[in-house]
């Protein structure tokens, strides 16, 4: 693995992206991660500090002859999604993830890949790193916890940054200059039900739903993707309609910030004669409703052994509806930016076990008031249904300049390097700008990346081209970046 990957191009990068992935960093599993980034600022004998809450600040002088530039800050985050396959077999907290080459991507064996946002944190190290690269004065942040709640960026405190120019190094396009972002927030619904005994003539059985592609609940919610918990929910109501059915236990997604790939329910059933030919018929209609969408989609029915409890029916009514009626996928699209999405929700989470229900949803919007819009519909719903609800973990979207003066340089680089002109966007993602600029409201900021495809799922790779494209236009800005 890691000889292949060490001898793509640009080296620079691609070895400190092998020696970052050898280095186990899920989000709130950093202390690895943190200690071998503050071990490589002080390898080079680099100002190196980390702040109170594991975000990691290392400082470089300019090189020669550029002493009278602005200070940029590169920033990206050291954690990533940790994802994986059901049949892969890999323990995040103390394995590295295993890479391979395939055509113009880079892959890894049955796990999310890391470049998300490992690809920019690695072109930060092969920056403090050189010898010979021309740049500014630098300033690389590397933050903790981006993609399970951005604390990184929170507990980072005003006056700790020098930098006047902020370029985040965390976008999935490579044709895209990102100028704006997404908020956030999280909607956690729970409640307590009863337990009651199976009533006689039920069998166990098994549900199953996977096969999703999954990704990113941000950049890929336009997408149509399925969603294993509304694809359950679905399942569930229906054959409930149909014949007794009682749910025991309800085990669906797995992180807020990624379309559920799977979910498994386990139910007591009383059986009639056409009801397993009922189910594949209902079974059949969602794969071929969704085929173009997710043509890998896998919906199974199986005996298993009859559990001893199930919901009681009130609390199993509540939730399946409250489950039906929650909005999931996009809510808004943007007035003002044409193509982008102003509002959604990601129904990430449904665990249903041992008397309590917990559902988790990520509402995500660049409108603030649109944000909490959504929030407060889906706090109705489930409270309609019996369940309290608590808002959490809210961040600011990041308001787009299109004057900026860093944005001026990035676009004309841009054009002069690659002979056309680059996409200026805004993104349906949470990135740190918004958060950041709170207490550093004079930095000029801007996003950019490699391409990126398959992000929070185990289908995640990163274009070997796009990275030698996103190399190349870095290396430009900051040898062509303003005076101070």
């Known amino acids: 693995m890691s000889k292949t990957i060490r001898e793509l191009e640009p080296t620079a990068v691609w070895n400190k992206f092998a020696d970052l992935n050898a280095v186990p960093r899920p989000s709130k599993k950093e202390d690895q991660v943190i200690q071998f980034m503050v071990n490589f600022g002080a390898s080079l ?34 954690d ?14 103390t394995q590295g993830i295993q890479m391979y080459v395939d055509g113009d991507w880079v892959r890894a064996e049955g796990t999310t890949l890391g470049a998300d946002n490992g690809m920019g944190v690695a072109a930060i190290m092969a920056l403090l790193e050189s010898t010979d690269i021309p740049h500014p004065p630098l300033e690389a942040l590397f933050t903790i916890d981006e993609e399970t709640g951005m604390t990184g960026a929170m507990g980072l405190k005003g006056g700790v940054l020098q930098g006047d120019i902020l370029l985040n190094l965390d976008t999935e396009e490579d044709d895209e200059i990102d100028i704006g972002c997404a908020g956030g927030v999280d909607v ?22 996977k096969g999703l592609s999954g990704g990113h609940s941000g950049m890929d919610i336009h997408r149509g993707l399925g969603n294993a918990n509304k694809i359950m929910n679905r399942l569930l109501y229906t054959i409930s309609q149909q014949t007794g059915t009682c749910i025991a236990t309800i085990d669906g997604g797995s ?61 199993q009514g509540k939730l399946l509806r409250a489950m039906y009626a929650a909005h999931n996928g996009v809510y808004a699209m943007s007035a003002s930016i044409a193509d982008l999405v102003e509002t959604s929700n990601n129904i990430a989470r449904v665990i249903v076990k041992d008397g309590a229900i917990k559902i988790g949803c990520l509402t995500r919007s660049s409108v603030d008031s649109g944000k ?27 308001n787009p300049n299109p004057d900026s003066a860093i944005l ?9 390097v690659f002979g056309m002109k680059p996409k200026v966007v805004a993104c349906h993602a949470g990135l740190e700008c918004g958060i950041l600029g709170q207490n550093y409201p ?24 796009s990275v030698q494209k996103f190399w190349k236009f870095t290396l430009e800005v900051l040898k062509n970046s303003p005076a101070a």
Do not use: C
């Open 255 to 315: 992180l807020r910030n990624a379309i559920p790939r799977e979910s498994n329910a386990v139910l007591a059933i009383k059986i009639t004669a056409d009801f397993l030919e009922n189910f594949e018929s209902y079974a059949r209609s969602i794969k071929e409703e969704l085929r173009f969408t997710e043509p890998k989609l896998q919906i199974s029915i199986t005996a298993t052994d009859l559990p001893s409890t199930v919901m009681e029916a009130d609390a």
């Open 442 to 465: 004079e930095m000029d900021m801007i996003s950019f990346g490699p391409t990126i495809k398959g992000a929070h799922s185990p289908d995640e790779r990163v274009s070997i081209s």
């Open 408 to 416: 001026k340089v990035l676009a004309a680089q841009y054009e002069t």
């Open 188 to 209: 956690t619904a729970r409640r307590s039900y009863d337990t009651v005994a199976v009533p006689a003539n039920f069998i166990g059985y098994k549900v199953t739903v």
């Open 372 to 398: 909490m819009d959504l929030a407060n519909a889906l706090k109705s719903v489930f409270e309609l249904a019996g369940f309290e609800v608590e808002f959490s973990g809210s961040y600011p979207g990041w």
């Open 80 to 93: 990533m999604v940790h994802q994986k396959n059901n049949d892969t077999v890999f323990d995040f907290e």
């Open 45 to 78: 004998q680099l100002e190196t500090i980390k702040d109170a809450v594991g975000n990691v600040i290392i400082r470089k002088p300019a090189s020669q002859g550029l002493e009278d530039k602005k200070m940029v800050t590169l920033q990206s985050h050291l």
